[in-house]
């Protein structure tokens, strides 16, 4: 218990009134364990002790001694694995489940950055259980170096559940395991932090000092409110002048919403549409591959990716190679393109606001908050599925819906 108590002070270093309070419940846990029966692992009796300890002790209690459960199990698991010494693992071992997830992530037909994204994962778990096989992983290990992550490396909540989700899909579609009860996992913990929003005249700041394509990007950024990625892979069919909307399809959560085509850049839009059509009829010409398709339709409609309304609207200049299928076609625009002239603008202007192409978003949503609209309105606009989302808004916004004024405007009246 010592040397628990003191990698909780001089490894996490959590002050000392804390470290007592988990002392306190760790002693308690210890107790609880030795009066089970058939339950070995502490993983396994942490949930019935903390229904016991409700039953006598408030929310904010049991949680504190789930937090000091978590760290215990995490450094049980420092412990053991100090003293375990195996032989070196096949390298191949590894390949193989990497090479087997990508197959996997392909047949659920997830997109090329998460294929990325989980493959990142799953090389950074090797490098943590490197002297375990593949076929010999269990929950612990998953667990171990989930808490590995919040303890030692100090991610973001956010970060931890994207690691999390990554090796969900290896365990369940490529290994075939559970991963069981996630009670003795220590959590990231995640403040709440308020969106950076412009004003306004510091938008009109923003796009005084940007054109071309980057413009009209940023345009439908703020004026739609669309995320990054839906806005590069926007399809000529994906916007409609007659009813001035554009969908959004296959958006975060992989579900389609419309947004608002902005009457400002309508023009300009199409502007840069019949433009593309020269791009377009040269690509044909030249018999280029057609434009990637989303999941299966490639193969079920196989001309379809060579009609005009499944072409980018914000196309590459160049030709590239697919990743997937090494064909040579034209890929949407790089994000890094629109990242890359909304920082300079931002330089260019003056202003002294961090501005990503994020923040155009966040500006559409309390710009339309503080014109009066409806947050349902808002959040459907938005694409959120929780309207627990929407409502960070209201706390940014210039004007509540209410029309609420501070006092000390009312005093200089």
């Known amino acids: 218990m010592e040397e628990f108590r003191n990698y909780l002070i001089s490894k996490l270093k959590i002050n000392q009134k804390t470290v007592d309070f988990y002392m306190m419940w760790v002693r308690r846990f210890v107790a609880f364990s030795k009066r089970q029966s058939g339950l070995n692992l502490p993983q396994r009796i942490i949930e019935p002790f903390l229904i016991e300890l409700g039953r006598s002790y408030e929310g904010w209690q049991v949680d504190q001694a789930r937090e000091a459960l978590a760290h215990y199990c995490h450094f049980l698991n420092l412990d053991a694995k100090r003293n375990i010494e195996r032989e070196p693992v096949d390298i191949d071992d590894w390949k193989n489940a990497g090479e087997l997830m990508v197959r996997m992530l392909r047949l659920k037909q997830r997109s090329y950055r998460t294929e990325e994204t989980y493959l990142g994962w799953l090389r950074r778990f090797y490098s943590h259980v490197r002297r375990t096989r593949p076929s010999e992983l269990t929950d612990g290990h998953l667990k171990q170096f989930l808490s590995h992550l919040a303890v030692d490396r100090h991610v973001s909540k956010r970060t931890q559940d994207q690691a999390f989700n990554a090796l969900l899909f290896f365990y369940r579609h490529v290994l075939e395991k559970d991963v069981g009860d996630l009670a003795s996992v220590v959590r990231s913990k995640r403040g709440q932090r308020l969106p950076l929003v412009m004003s306004r005249s510091e938008v009109a700041m923003l796009f005084e000092k940007m054109s071309g ?116 076609r034209r890929h949407h625009v790089s994000p890094e393109v629109i990242q890359r002239a909304i920082k300079n603008a931002t330089s260019a202007a003056g202003l002294s606001k961090r501005v990503s192409t994020h923040t155009l978003r966040h500006s559409f949503a309390t710009h339309l908050l503080e014109c009066g609209y409806d947050i349902r309105t808002i959040q459907q606009l938005s694409g959120h599925v929780d309207l627990k989302t929407t409502m960070i808004y209201t706390h940014v916004a210039r004007k509540n819906v209410l029309g609420v004024r501070s006092p000390l405007d009312r005093t200089e009246e």
């Not at 409110?225 to 806005?231: D, K, P, S, T, V």
């Open 213 to 328: 394509l980057p413009l009209l990007m940023a345009k439908l950024l703020y004026g739609a409110g669309l995320r990054l990625n839906e806005c590069t892979r926007l399809r000529v069919q994906d916007v409609d002048f007659d009813r001035m909307t554009i969908t959004v399809r296959g958006g975060k959560g992989d579900k389609d919403r419309q947004s608002l085509l902005p009457k400002s850049a309508e023009n300009e839009l199409q502007l840069h549409l019949a433009h593309l059509r020269d791009i377009y009829e040269k690509d044909r010409k030249a018999k280029v591959a057609g434009v990637h398709l989303p999941g299966a339709l490639e193969r079920k409609y196989p001309n379809a990716s060579k009609e005009w309304k499944w072409f980018w609207v914000f196309p590459s200049s160049r030709l590239s190679i697919d990743p997937r299928t090494q064909l040579v």
